[in-house]
């Protein structure tokens, strides 16, 4: 240990942080928050490598740092940390006092759109899994169970990824939606099974994640009590456990052989798994900050939404491709997007003052998403409350730019079209929340 830079103020930082959310909050603290997800994917991708590296069991990567390296990763991540930390305490007080709106749904309106969404999903993963390999039965069935064999052949795929990925969050907030408007009947667990199954199918590791996510999610929209502080911090005890469990189970499964068969090997396997913390002091050592590349990342943005079969010759969009790739991951596949962070976009695009600005843009967005989690006043912000749920991590670990606004944009403007006419149940019951809770608002315990 004393062979690196001082670093436990930052995860104890971070535990502080889940508390306080919890206490300032009361009644509006929700378990699987959008401020909980940010902290979680923090800490996978920095904090838990590092800590596991000095503490448990070392990382070839981290091993090849310096000690002047590692000082430059934790002074950004300082920077990067505190400032979001110091606006976020402040925010969570204004959360404290929105009253809170769950959504209500139409049972009929769920249920025809549910049908046709489900459709939609099955017609594009089928189309997912056969392009580019002939639509050969066997080969899809391989491709479904063994995906990460078929990465080379996504290029030129992207339209139908996109309205798959519309799709399958989609359909995964509607099944949902039915487990808890029908009260939980069996016909509708199996339902949410079913599609929860369905959407692993020829996808990565996050989509083994995603059905929990949004299950929690769009309980806490839907269902959401408010709870005295005993139960809620038994329900956040669960809801980890479970999540870890969940994370284990995706490495176990779609992990490297010989890396997998184990619950230490996947454990292992999932701490070593994030690369960020080892490049991001080469990328802030190799790359400085240059004011062409913000253009240049508005540019690759804009483009990457284009389709090949438009422009054939269209370039790896992003910063990654444009910079990172060839320095420093030449041995990926062309379609590869991760394994950059977040950290070191800021500072590629705005140099010594990326942190901290990513810290405001981080905590605004923290903010503003868990405001529409409290009061979804209308279901495209319920939608895009459980997407940026779903995509915390993935932001955490490649950035605002290049692929990433591409595809949020399309699933955006995907889920507007999707709930659009969707109404809510019973406006006086609402009401009838609404005045329950202006009463007691700031009543001890709540």
């Known amino acids: 240990m004393s062979d690196y830079p001082f670093f436990l103020d930052i995860p104890i930082a971070l535990l502080v942080m889940l ?42 990567r981290l091993s090849l740092l310096k000690t002047e390296q590692f000082s430059l990763a934790f002074w950004t991540l300082r920077k990067f940390f505190y400032t979001f930390y110091a606006i976020s305490l402040v925010l969570l007080f204004r959360q404290r006092r929105k009253i809170a709106l769950p959504i209500l749904p139409v049972p009929e309106q769920v249920q025809w759109r ?27 069935i391989d491709r479904a169970l063994n995906p990460r064999a078929y990465t080379y052949i996504k290029e030129g795929l992207g339209p139908i990824n996109y309205l798959r990925n519309i799709f399958r969050g989609l359909i995964l907030i509607f099944a949902a939606i039915m487990v808890f408007s029908e009260n939980k009947s069996k016909k509708s667990i199996l339902f949410f099974c079913l599609v929860a199954g369905l959407t692993i199918l020829g996808a990565g590791k996050t989509a083994v994640v995603m059905p929990l996510i949004v299950l929690l999610v769009v309980w806490q929209m839907l269902k959401w009590s408010s709870a005295g502080f005993f139960k809620k911090m038994w329900h956040l005890a669960l809801t980890a456990a479970a999540a870890f469990a969940v994370v284990i189970f995706a490495f176990m499964l ?26 991001l002091p080469l990328v802030i050592e190799n790359f400085r900050w240059s004011p062409r590349r913000l253009p240049e990342a508005a540019y690759d943005s804009v483009i990457v939404i284009i389709p090949r079969a438009v422009w054939p010759g269209k370039p790896m969009v992003g910063l990654y491709s444009r910079y990172f790739k060839p320095a420093f991951d030449r041995e990926t596949v062309s379609y590869h997007v991760s394994t950059f962070g977040c950290l070191a976009e800021a500072h590629m695009l705005f140099g010594p003052l990326g942190p901290w600005l990513y810290g405001v843009i981080w905590a605004l967005l923290v903010y503003k998403v868990y405001g529409w989690m409290i009061r979804p006043t209308t279901w495209l912000k319920a939608f895009l409350v459980v997407t940026m749920a779903a995509w915390s991590y993935l932001l955490m670990r490649t950035g605002f730019t290049g692929t990433n606004f591409g595809v949020l944009v399309v699933v955006v403007v995907g889920g507007y079209v999707c709930t659009r006419g969707l109404d809510n149940l019973a406006p006086e019951l609402v009401q009838a929340e609404i005045d329950a809770q202006r009463r007691d608002l700031w009543s001890p315990g709540a």
């Open 114 to 140: 549910t049908k046709l969404i489900f459709f939609l999903f099955l017609a594009f993963m089928i189309i997912s899994l056969g392009a580019g390999v002939g639509f050969n039965p066997l080969t899809m």
């Open 254 to 279: 779609l992990g490297r052989v010989g890396e997998r068969d184990t619950f230490a090997g996947a454990t292992s396997h999932l701490y070593k798994y994030q690369k960020e913390g080892y490049y």
């Open 19 to 60: 508390a306080m959310e919890l206490l300032i909050l009361g009644r509006n603290y929700r378990v699987f928050s959008p401020m909980t997800l940010f902290l979680g994917a923090f800490g996978m991708l920095y904090v838990g490598p590092y800590l596991g590296h000095m503490y448990w069991e070392p990382i070839y």
